[in-house]
């Protein structure tokens, strides 16, 4: 009589290609959020003197003297967000129109070749925004535009504060009007790709209705991208808040506040770039630190608000662009 077969289980191999690659990218993306973390961490303990001496008065404090040792952050706050408010004033209304020109009315040559622009305006580097505004928008304010200024609005009850003092085109406007160029491409580039991720049944059923290209435009595929078109703005203002080549050539670089848009001010990644180098002593540091930690932190919060805005806008629904 013959002995019963026994049964071999095939070798269950240890480790197989996919889970290979799986943990192998796992790292990557834990890479990333590491780094995040060990960045807010030293950051946080560099400003670990500033942040004892001076606590939540640091952010209001107006006096920045490194020889007397008294550091405060709100002329450096107050002009980063003055310059960067400027900058989307300026940037919103022309980048959104642009937008849907090319997303929705322009021919599709034309808007290929114009996307294709935009695109390259945003690898430019910041130094040459600089030197474009100190060489041709500084220029162009102190000859012709601040003085305009001056003259019509300085005296307006109200509104004339923000038009005073001398037109040297140096200070908030010149800034705001090169943030506002930086913020250009990444305003016009993610409006256009929200408009394209409408879907083609919202422009043909308002088109079926009787409406025109324009008001289908206006009425139903701007209205249905507006979460991405927002988080393009957020992303502009992320851009314009940490800026730093740019701004410190045009805006003057005068540790103060001031009310008019023609005067000198400085912003958090100026004052950083200007006096890390020539901070003596630990406190000094710390001060320069604890900037940059919160400019840190208000950055990365803007970026992942515009990050979901523009997610929750393709999340709608999907669609061709017509």
């Known amino acids: 009589m013959s002995a019963p077969a026994i049964a071999v289980k095939p070798k269950r191999r240890v480790w197989s290609g996919d889970q290979s690659a799986r943990l192998l990218t796992l790292v990557f993306a834990a890479s990333v959020l590491l780094v995040t973390v060990l960045l807010i961490s030293q950051l946080w303990q560099s400003s670990g003197p500033s942040r004892a001496k001076f606590g939540l008065h640091f952010f209001a404090g107006t006096n920045w003297d490194p020889v007397a040792g008294d550091f405060g952050a709100l002329p450096f706050v107050y002009g ?22 090319l997303a929705e009315l322009a ?17 430019v580097p910041s130094v040459i925004y600089g030197l474009l505004g100190a060489f041709t928008i500084v220029p162009l304010l102190r000859d012709y ?4 200024l001056k003259s019509t609005l300085g005296e307006v009850p109200g509104v004339g504060v923000l038009f005073r003092g001398p037109a040297l085109g140096f200070g908030y406007l ?10 250009f491409p990444f305003i016009i580039s993610i409006s256009r790709e929200s408009l394209l991720e409408v879907p083609r049944d919202q422009r043909e059923a308002a088109l079926a209705l009787g409406a025109t290209r324009w008001e289908s435009t206006s009425q139903v595929v701007v209205p249905y991208a507006r979460l991405g078109i927002l988080g393009s703005i957020f992303l502009g203002l992320a851009r314009a808040l940490g800026e730093t080549m740019a701004v410190t050539m045009v805006i003057g670089n005068d540790p103060n506040i001031h009310a008019s848009l023609l005067a000198s001010g400085y912003t958090i990644a100026a004052v950083i770039a200007n006096e890390f180098t020539e901070a003596v002593g630990k406190l000094y540091q710390s001060s320069l630190v ?12 803007i970026n992942a608000l515009a990050r979901l805005l523009v997610m929750a806008t393709r999340g709608k629904g999907t669609g061709t662009a017509a």
Do not use: N, Q, R
């Open 80 to 101: 980063t967000l003055l310059t960067s408010v400027l900058a989307l004033l300026i940037s919103v209304p022309l980048g959104v129109g642009a937008a849907i020109f």
């Open 107 to 123: 021919p599709p040559k034309w808007a290929d070749a114009c996307t294709f622009l935009v695109e390259l305006l945003a690898a």
């Open 145 to 148: 535009v601040e003085p305009f």
């Open 174 to 183: 010149a800034a705001g009007v090169v943030l506002a160029v930086m913020t």
């Open 290 to 301: 604890e900037l940059g930690l919160v400019l840190f932190l208000i950055t990365i919060i």
